[in-house]
């Protein structure tokens, strides 16, 4: 059921993708505030406490309706949650226009795109700027929109259904609300929100740049994993953008670094700098390490059906 889930999910989004901003990231907003509005004072205690009412209430009572609903209701429930909590075409549509826009050298509508997806301003970015700085985020953001959410989800889904999935979604959604503010007593408030998500992030992380190194040059991705990524603050991207640079053989940084838009970080990497021509060997490292999870799910679930 979870690869099936999976599956089903992926093509829906395919053919139909899901307008996040107004079915999910909106009304979680709203949340958001409104528990701020009500806790936060200033003290992390409080941001513990309204962490915990959206994050932990939201995954409980998905792990709670899976537990009540019937065999096929609860796959119906379940196929909702992922479609809700994966964004393979949420943010993969950004790298797409990008593309486009650098191979018809429209340098302008790239910037915009770029600026809208990561945040920042590229006024004076070139091409091959545009496209590292693409590549550097695609890995980052395949990560945290599929293979964290499936990692948490497939982890799980024998005990609690769907909650994994949500859980990861909601603890990020979290970490980017308020764990990145530091106005309004944010800075304490959203520091539980910021360390929580770091947390449940650190081994799906390091299974996803194991993951990339699989599908690409092994030896270059473990090599820049290991030696290269404390040259980053933001170690969870420094881990994803070192090995995805080392696999496709290209170096990547050397400006606002994937995890935040204003800092500056060393270049990673191996090889030539990323430029344009990278973009679709990223599209492919991404593809194949999809295609390579939901084998591993396919074996997992064929061993735990012949161990039965």
């Known amino acids: 059921m979870t690869l099936f889930s999976l599956i089903v999910v992926l093509l829906l989004e395919q053919l139909w993708p899901l307008p996040v901003e107004r079915a999910v990231l909106g009304p979680l907003r709203e949340c958001a505030a409104a528990l701020a509005r009500r806790f936060n004072d200033g003290r992390e205690s409080h941001g513990v406490l309204a962490w915990a009412l959206l994050a932990g209430g939201g995954t409980a009572l998905c792990a709670l309706i899976d537990h009540w609903l019937p065999w096929l209701l609860g796959g119906a429930f379940t196929v909702a949650v992922l479609y809700l909590t994966l964004g393979f075409r949420h943010e993969g549509h950004f790298f797409?226009?990008?593309?486009?826009?650098l191979r018809m050298n429209d340098l302008e509508r790239a910037r915009v795109l770029l600026a809208e997806w990561r945040g920042g301003q590229y006024e004076s970015a070139d091409a091959d700027e545009l496209a590292r700085l693409a590549v550097e985020q695609a890995v980052v953001a395949a990560h945290r929109?599929?293979?964290?959410?499936?990692?948490?989800?497939?982890?799980?889904?024998?005990?609690?259904?769907?909650?994994?999935?949500?859980?990861?979604?909601?603890?990020?959604?979290?970490?980017?609300?308020?764990?990145?503010?530091?106005d309004d007593g944010f800075d304490r408030?959203?520091?539980?929100?910021?360390?929580?998500?770091?947390?449940?992030?650190?081994?799906?992380?390091?299974?996803?740049?194991?993951?990339?190194?699989?599908?690409?040059?092994f030896e270059d991705a473990v090599l820049c994993w290991r030696t290269q990524?404390?040259?980053?603050?933001?170690?969870?991207?420094?881990?994803?953008?070192?090995?995805g640079a080392g696999?496709?053989?290209?170096?990547?940084?050397?400006?606002?670094?994937?995890?935040?838009?204003?800092e500056k970080n060393p270049e990673i990497g191996v090889g030539d700098k990323a430029g344009v021509d990278s973009m679709q060997g990223a599209v492919g490292l991404i593809w194949r390490a999809l295609v390579v999870y939901l084998v591993v799910l396919a074996l997992a679930g064929i061993a735990a059906w012949v161990g039965n």
Not at 191 to 217: E, M
Not at 247 to 262: H, S, Y
């Open 189 to 217: 408030f959203g520091d539980w929100a910021r360390q929580a998500f770091l947390l449940i992030d650190w081994l799906p992380s390091r299974a996803t740049a194991v993951l990339y190194a699989f599908v690409g040059n």
């Open 96 to 101: 797409t226009d990008i593309h486009l826009a």
């Open 145 to 182: 929109n599929v293979f964290g959410v499936v990692f948490w989800f497939a982890l799980l889904a024998p005990f609690f259904g769907p909650a994994g999935a949500a859980m990861y979604r909601l603890a990020r959604f979290l970490h980017d609300e308020w764990g990145r503010r530091g």
């Open 247 to 262: 696999a496709l053989g290209v170096r990547l940084g050397g400006g606002p670094g994937a995890g935040d838009a204003t």
């Open 229 to 243: 990524a404390v040259l980053w603050t933001d170690r969870a991207a420094a881990i994803l953008v070192a090995s």
